[in-house]
């Protein structure tokens, strides 16, 4: 009789020791389950906020190539008006230089070759100072192409370290889910075994009841 006890006493107490320590591995792992949760969830915000900013920052960049373009299409109008200048500028001073050759040849009269000459001097003055204009005009287009290509370079940088970024967290979170897998594997087989053996103690103990009672 007093072994029945001892051996239900014994059982009992490893019933209750397998119920402590497998509460206790349990709400250890899901601590630990739900710290990498949270993380996930915290790398996954950040990474809907980095591409939310590239989105952006990517529209902002569409808009300043826009600008290039429209800008370095400017550009391109106003060289061909200069270039047309120049050229009308060139023409005006060979027949000026014409004029001048026959003046001093004295194959036209020097009277009506001055008033001619001094005609196409206004003229040529005139198509200079448009010149000048163009000029100042596409120096400007450059100024304003260069500080948007750096703007744009700017942003490309940003873009790329943002792209970096969340390659790095999306490697983080696979990582996370690779060690929360293997977490809830190791729980579902620790509650298997601790299944495994409550039902082996309580074989045990309904074994112990059954020898004590045959004892009696």
């Excluded at 250890?28 to 969830?41: A, N, R, S, Y």
């Excluded at 391109?76 to 230089?97: G, H, V």
């Excluded at 596409?138 to 790329?160: R, V, Y």
């Amino acid at each position: 009789m007093r072994i029945g006890t001892m051996y239900k006493t014994g059982v009992a107490g490893m019933l209750l020791l397998l119920l402590v320590v497998g509460c206790a591995a349990n709400k250890e792992m899901q601590q630990q389950l739900d710290q990498q949760k949270k993380q996930l969830q915290q790398s996954q915000s950040r990474i809907q906020e980095l591409e939310s900013q590239v989105k952006t920052l990517q529209g902002r960049n569409d808009e300043i190539q826009g600008s290039i373009k429209r800008l370095e299409n400017e550009k391109s109008e106003i060289s061909n008006a200069a270039s047309s200048l120049k050229s009308s500028i060139s023409k005006l001073e060979r027949e000026k230089s014409q004029l001048e050759s026959s003046v001093a040849s004295s194959k036209v009269a020097e009277e009506e070759a001055q008033k001619k000459i001094k005609s196409l001097n206004s003229r040529i003055a005139a198509l200079q100072k448009d010149l000048t204009g163009k000029n100042q005009e596409i120096s400007a287009k450059d100024a304003e192409i260069a500080a948007l290509k750096q703007t744009q370079s700017q942003l490309n940088d940003t873009i790329a370290q943002n792209k970096q970024k969340i390659g790095q967290l999306q490697g983080e979170i696979s990582s996370l889910q690779t060690q929360m897998n293997d977490a809830i594997a190791q729980k579902d087989s620790r509650i298997k075994l601790l299944t495994i053996l409550l039902v082996i103690a309580i074989i045990l103990t309904i074994a112990g009841f059954a020898w004590a009672i045959m004892k009696k």
